[in-house]
C-alpha cells in the first residue's frame, strides 16, 4: 500500500500530551509541520509545545471531528486511546499505527494470543478472569505476576503471587478486570528493540537497548547491549518480524526477556519508548523524527549512531523529595544531557525527565548516568 507523503507544512494530530508526545510535536515542529495535540491535562507537557492543544477527553465526538477535518495524520503517543476514538479518526482521516495494531498492543491478552499466533516466543501465561483455568497451576510454581490486561504501566496494575489461590486473590484486588498471569521469570536481562516501518513496508531497526527496571519503572538504558552479536541479530529479527506482521505503520518497541540465553517478546508498545530516548542524542535519526516520516509516508532517516555508546537513566519525581534537585554536575559535564518535561507535580514513581551520558564504553556511560543522577540530590 501506498499513499501521496503529507509534506510540511501539513497539520500533525496526536492522541496523548505526554512526553513521548512533546518530543514528537518539537520533531515535527522542526520538521515544519504544524501540530494539534488532544489531551484532557491542560499542562500536558506535549500541549505547551504544540500549536494548538485541544483540553477534552480522548473520546470527544467534537475534538476528534477536529482532529479528522483539520489533521493530515493522525498518531498516538501512547497505546491506551479509545480504540473506538480511533477507528471513527480513521474513517476519515489517515491514522497511524492502524487501531488494529493499537488493539492488539493495549491489551495484554489480545497482544499474547497475536504473538503465539504467529509464532513468537512468549513465556508461559495464562489469562484469568474470574474462575481459574487447569493450566493456572502450571504457570503460578513458583511465583507469577498478575497483570491487567489493559491500562497497565510501569509495573502499575501487577502483583506477585504465588499459587492458584493467591492469583485470584490478586485478580479480585485488582478490581476483578479481565487479567493475565505469567510465570515469574529468571531474567538474564532484558532488551528492547525499537523499529520504524513505512506504509510501503520498509523497516530501519535502532541498535538493541538493554534495560535494567526498578520497581517495574524503567531505570537505565544502555546501547550498545552487552549481548553477543548473534543474540542481538536475532532481537532484531524478532522486532522486525513482529512490525511486518502487523503490516505495522510508525515507530513500535519491543520489550524482550533474555531467559537462559532465549529471547522472549515480554510486550509491544505502538509509539516511541522510554528505552529509545537516547536517540534524542546519539542518533543521526530520533525515535521521534521517524515517527514523523513514517506516519507521513516519508523514506526513514538513518539509525546509525552518532557515539560508541550511551547511557540513559531517568529521573523520576522521587528525586525531587526533600529538595529540588541541583542539576549543576550535569549541566557542567561535557558528555551528559538534561532532559526534563516541565511537569509540575513531582511524584514519587513519575516520569520527570531523563539525563543521557555518551563514552567509549558502554560500562563506563551507565556508571557515569548513575553517579550524576545521585549528585543531583541535596
Ligand atoms: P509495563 O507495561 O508496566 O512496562 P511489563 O510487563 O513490561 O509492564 O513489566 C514491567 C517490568 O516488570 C518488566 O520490564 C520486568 O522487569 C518485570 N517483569 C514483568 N513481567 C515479568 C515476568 N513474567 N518475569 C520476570 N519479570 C517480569
Ligand atoms: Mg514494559
Known amino acids: 500500500m ?19 508526545g512533546r518530543y514528537f510535536v518539537m520533531a515535527a515542529t522542526t520538521m515544519g509541520y504544524r501540530t494539534i495535540v488532544l489531551d484532557p491535562d491542560p499542562s500536558a507537557p506535549a500541549g505547551v509545545v504544540a500549536d494548538e492543544h485541544l483540553v477534552h477527553p480522548y473520546d470527544d465526538p467534537a475534538s476528534l471531528q477536529r482532529l479528522a477535518f483539520d489533521c493530515d495524520v493522525v498518531t498516538t503517543e501512547f497505546e491506551n486511546p479509545p480504540a473506538a476514538a480511533l477507528d471513527r479518526l480513521a474513517e476519515l482521516v489517515p491514522v497511524a499505527p492502524s487501531p488494529a495494531s493499537v488493539r492488539i498492543a493495549q491489551d495484554r491478552i489480545a497482544e499474547k494470543q497475536f504473538l503465539d499466533d504467529n509464532g513468537f516466543p512468549i513465556g508461559p501465561y495464562a489469562a484469568l478472569d474470574g474462575e481459574p483455568s487447569s493450566e493456572l497451576g502450571a504457570i503460578v510454581a513458583p511465583a507469577a505476576i498478575v497483570k491487567t490486561a489493559r491500562l497497565g504501566y510501569d509495573g502499575k496494575g501487577q502483583r506477585t503471587v504465588s499459587g492458584v489461590a493467591d492469583a485470584v486473590a490478586a485478580w479480585a484486588q485488582l478490581g476483578g478486570v479481565p487479567c493475565v498471569v505469567e510465570r515469574r521469570l529468571d531474567l538474564d536481562t532484558e532488551l528492547s528493540v525499537i523499529v520504524g516501518r513505512t506504509v510501503d513496508g520498509r523497516v530501519e531497526p535502532w541498535p538493541v537497548a538493554e534495560n535494567r527496571h526498578v520497581n517495574g519503572i524503567l531505570d537505565l538504558t544502555v546501547v550498545p547491549a552487552a549481548v553477543s552479536t548473534e543474540l542481538a541479530d536475532r532481537a532484531v529479527g524478532v522486532a522486525m518480524a513482529i512490525a511486518d506482521a502487523l503490516d505495522y505503520v510508525g515507530v513500535l518497541a519491543v520489550e524482550l526477556f533474555v531467559v537462559d540465553g532465549r529471547l522472549l517478546v515480554n510486550e509491544l508498545a505502538p509509539r516511541p519508548h522510554n528505552s529509545g530516548h537516547w536517540t534524542l542524542d546519539a542518533c543521526v535519526t530520533s525515535q521521534f523524527e521517524q515517527q514523523v516520516r513514517a506516519v507521513c509516508g516519508l523514506g526513514l532517516g538513518a539509525t546509525t549512531m552518532t557515539a560508541p555508546a550511551i547511557a540513559m537513566v531517568n529521573l523520576l519525581g522521587d528525586l525531587w523529595e526533600g529538595s529540588v534537585p541541583d542539576w549543576t554536575l550535569v549541566l557542567d559535564d561535557p558528555t551528559a544531557k538534561l532532559h526534563l518535561y516541565g511537569k509540575s507535580g513531582a511524584r514519587p514513581g513519575r516520569k520527570m525527565g531523563h539525563l543521557t551520558v555518551t563514552s567509549d564504553v558502554p560500562t563506563a556511560a551507565a556508571a557515569r548516568a548513575v553517579e550524576l543522577r545521585a549528585a543531583v540530590v541535596q
Not at 501506498?2 to 513521548?20: E, F, K, M, S, V
Open 2 to 20: 501506498t499513499r501521496p507523503a503529507i509534506l510540511p507544512p501539513a497539520t500533525l494530530g496526536l492522541l496523548g500530551g505526554g512526553q513521548l
